[in-house]
């Protein structure tokens, strides 16, 4: 059985560490705070300017002040802190931020990420997401294995306009995990987990680049 | 004693505003923006301007207004995701954009108003952003020059003033606008409190005066996007 949503965002959360300083895309990236493990204390860093965001307003306790990058009214914890945008991009750029997770709508085999822009459509804007792959330590990203349309999102090289270059550590979608790996000069994706009851064949069929196999492949657990 | 102080908003952009500037508009979607500045902007009638603010306003709200009245011909902007009028005008071309991303967007207004002209980074590397821009390695990575933004005038809002210009802000709504309040030539910043000098810790001052040219209190609307909440158990 794929994952769930939900099943791809715990098993996104499992990557978290005690004290990290993280970013969280906008979708389903945002569902990763859902399942930070009790006990773990886990910075969320907004890049409007809010570092230590917590849940969303009680109806009487909403700010119109107090919002996340996607002007959500939302609150700060406990030892938050307020900035500028400068300072926050300080933060992504000057590597202090420990992991970044975020959606895309195309992934190369060496790691480039496309997930801003479809030409032809109108175009919105990257907002944070290039200096979030360019300067966060680790890059996780969550998506979908496939389009809507059931075609590979993880290809050879991509053919939208790219957000960053080999700048993507780990992708988690329903079907499987995969961890960029560096071998004699060559980057590839290693699948490390498999979704249960999916197969090697899965997700090769879903998948148009190519990719290395764990010798120690193992079962998600989410 | 130079009065900073101005009594409208109309009388905060007396004798700044004219056809063709270059403007900074503080704010991060509808929060933190200089609401009543806009407005007496809208009501000023110049055209040909060039707004440089992270995002568009609503269709009726923020730099919206501006747009229904066709006052801005170029956008200097991260995201403009909710705005119709914006994207029927950039798509009919009757309205240029210059798409930033977000770090670099803010470190080039800090840069316009620290007095640097040019900066390297990493973001955008190989991305079409990056394309015909100068690139220089340091380190072993490649990075990418970016130039400083600058503006004829800034439009801020922040929480509180004392009447030399000290500015605090309040949570995310301080966002872009203290770096604008350094890079505008002159600068005019909206607040909701005025209070003598001396009342703000200066320990507690975000902006000091030195950047702030002009202030004006107001009543915010402070119109909320997207209120999100959690329901009580």
Known sequence: MPLTRDQITRRAAQELRDGFYVNLGIGMPTLVANHVPAGMQVWLQSENGLLGMGRFPYDDEVDADLINAGKQTVTAVPGASFFDGATSFAMIRGGHIDMAILGAMEISEEGDIANWMVPGKMVKGVGGAMDLVAGVKRVVVTMEHTTKKGEPKIIKSCTLPLTGKACIDMIITELCVMHMRENQGRRRFEVTELAPGVTRQDVERATAAEIWWSPDLKAIEA | ?233
């Open chain 2, 1 to 233: 004693m130079i009065n900073k102080v101005y009594p409208s908003p109309q009388a905060a952009l007396d004798g700044l505003i004219r056809d063709g500037i270059t403007l900074m508009v503080g704010g991060f979607g509808l929060c933190g923006i200089p609401e009543k500045l806009i407005l007496a902007l809208r009501d000023s009638g110049a055209k040909n301007l060039t707004a440089i603010s992270n995002n568009a306003g609503v269709d009726d709200w923020g730099l919206g207004l501006l747009l229904q009245t066709r006052q801005i011909r170029k956008m200097v902007s991260t995201y403009v995701g909710e705005n119709d009028e914006f994207a029927r005008q950039f798509l009919s071309g009757e309205l240029e954009i210059e798409f930033v991303p977000q770090g670099t967007f803010a470190e080039r207004i800090r840069a316009g108003g620290a007095g640097i002209p040019a900066f390297f980074t990493r973001t955008a590397v190989g991305t079409p952003l990056a394309e015909g821009k100068e690139h220089h390695d340091f380190e072993g990575h490649t990075y990418v020059m970016e130039r400083w933004l600058k503006a004829d005038v800034s439009l801020v809002k922040a929480w509180k003033a004392d009447t030399v210009g000290n500015l605090v802000y309040r949570k995310t709504a301080r966002n872009f606008n203290p770096m604008m309040a350094m890079a505008g030539r002159v600068t005019v910043a909206e607040v909701e409190e005025i209070v003598p000098a001396g009342y703000i810790d200066p320990d507690s001052v975000h902006t000091p005066g030195i950047f702030v040219d002009r202030i004006v209190r107001t009543v915010s609307v402070k119109r909320i996007e997207q209120r999100t909440t959690t329901p009580r158990a």
